[in-house]
């Protein structure tokens, strides 16, 4: 059975293929991050699919921004516990 | 044509060789009619054929009519009257300048070592090379120099101080002095003794020889500055141009017969890579000594491939003179003319290692056939291997092209001159070898903008296009080898990469190298191990990294330095001075944590330098500041301070172009008035003061550029080496602890 319209996989596929020469100029480092970026495309696949827009590329930016999002949460908590877990007085000039 | 001859005897002979030059020209009947009336007129002899020829890249041949001129001294102007009176047909071989379409035709090159059979009235009945201009073990001709300059501290003396003149020869010098009458007799007197081969001249086209002439007519004196007593002196006015996306000045020439006229300070090619340069350059492209010494590299390397293409039998198409637009600069092609740049991470770095791919546009243009007739062939369109890389391009599989052929020679003489540099063990030897292969250099660096160039007769965009796609594709296949290996990449620029690993040492370096090359078919090679590299951040932005800017220590104690003040003209010696000891004083660190301890005796030096200023001791040499005009002195609507010292020259009547260099001091750069701003070097006698500010901020920022990447921000410099304080142990102790070494 052929599909007309591709998979939300498949356009993040497509998305990643459209930046290859843009990746391939980018440092080794710096492509792992790329990549990081587009697994979290991929990640919220079936939410972009269940949205269907026409501009999938903004889904795509958001489902990166939402696992950034999740990454500076739980970094933040982190933290709050070692913070808590120090001597008070040398956390003084960390504070701010 | 004339061609002077040096006997094995030590004879200077003039002897004549009757060369017949010929041009080509197509055009329908009508016209042809017009131009056979036009030839009967002329006052020399002239045969005409009809011959078929082709033009570059062309599958058939076109007929044309072969016009030869058996007086080459009319060939010029004969050939001028018949362009303009048929505007309709095309010509071919009309404008490529004699002296080199006889070196072509005799397979000759200028200071050949020949065997010639001359008449005793002095006509040659044959002339033959007993070497080749690919050799490389050829010697320097027993040329004999008188050297002529005038004596005057000045850094131009068209712009003021009076002066005598300076005569060296064979290691002896003399001054001659006294009224105009006895310096030019006395100078005419050396030149009819000592006849020398070559008039070496410190600013001779601009002002020595235009006002020796002028002194000798007035005076009704001779002076025998031309060898050939038939010819007169060549002369060339002065002129702005553009090249490599700079304006730049042309002084003008004076040219002689019979002997060489080369002068230091209008010569780029003497100035770059020394006679022995000049001279390997005058061999290969067959451009005499003269005009290669005043011309841009880009004639030279044109020269080549006209050679390569009369020896094809192709007709040379006739070129309209137009002006070069702003384009193929080195720097512009460096940063955004399609090379590939990786910005630096900024910082310093230990143990990085430099790689080069040699030659990089020319090896390419050779090993993938980029020529204009070979890119986008119509035999090659559906082959996949002839594919240009990221384009739709295609280059030719089945034809060697003019661009390529005219090339590989070069680079492989090259490579011959940098094996013998390395295995030379006269230190003399080495810098002959040394300046060869920079006049070598010189002409392949030159040889991609003329693939684009829309003046240069053999330019195409699309060949241009096809080098530079390469080129990207090959620097990012080198940097994916690397990365690979473990490599990370901290630089790259066109055809260079920085590259460190912990722990890779130099055979490891090396190894890298080999794969890249069988990997790419592009021979690259370590140009260095750094012990460390510090990679220098903007003025303006100190997060933004700029490429090409960096300062590193050889692990065999060289420095490579670029971009900062110490390699700019325009900063003042004493700027410079500074930067270089303290650049002297970090390399005693051999590690990062090294360098880090050096910091407070280059705050030192910063501040000896800043008190030298402070106390009123600096002098006109070490203030000075040279800038180039970038526009007709009349054109400014800015009264930036080069300009406000180009008023002041111009009001002192010194003649000013566009292109030229001005050389002044600033003596109150904030002042209201403008002229009290500056002060331009020639102008100076008696009382003068300098902007001891204006200054102390030029010498702070060229420490800051150096020093930012290790922590020490501006106002830290400033109070550090502050002049007035005299607690100088104090505070630099109190400064080390206060600053922070980020590593």
Redesign the interface.
Known sequence: MGRTLATFTQLVQQEIDSWS?YR??L???DQQVLDVLFAAARHHASAGAYLARETPFEVMLLSMLIEQQKHVVILQQKVMTLETRMPHDSTQGMAS | MVVWLLGEDGRRIRAVDPFVPTCYLAAPPSIREQVFRLLRRASCRIGTREVERYELGALRPIPVLEVSVHAPAQFSSLTQQLIRSCPDAQFFHVDVSLPQRYFYDRELFPLAHCEVDITAEGRLQSIQALESPWDTDYGFPPLTILELSPDNPSPNPNHGGCSSLVVRMDGEERLLEGDDADVIQRLNQLLVREDPDILLTDWGDSYLLPRLMTMANQLRLPLALNRDRHRSIGARKPHSYFSYGRILSHAGARTLSGRLHLDRHNSFALAEMGLAGLIEQARVTKVDLQQMARTTTGTGITSMQLETACRDGLLIPYRKQEPEAFKSTLELLHTDQGG?V?APIVGYHEQVGELDFSSMYPSIMVRFNISPETVNCRCCRHDPTARVP?IGHHTCRHHEGLVPRTLAPLLDKRARYKRLMAAATQPAARVVFNQRQTALKWLLVVSFGYLGYKNARFGRIEAHESVTAYSRDLL?QA?EVA?RQGY??LHAIVDSLWLVKPGAVRTDYDSLAQTITERTGLSIGVEGLYQWIGFLPSRVNPLMPVPNQFVGLFDHGAMKIRGIEIRRSDAPLLVKRAQAEVLHRLSEGRTLAELREQIPQALEIIRTYRRHLLEGLATVEELAITKSLSKEPQAYRHQTLSMIAAQELLARGVRLQAGDTVHYIMTDADAACPSDRVRAVAGIDGTWSYDVSAYDNLLLKAALVLLMPLGVTATSLNESTDPTNRAVYDSIDSKQASLSWDV
């Open positions: 020469r391939r100029a440092r080794r480092e | 590939l990786f990221e990012l940097k990365e990370r990449l």
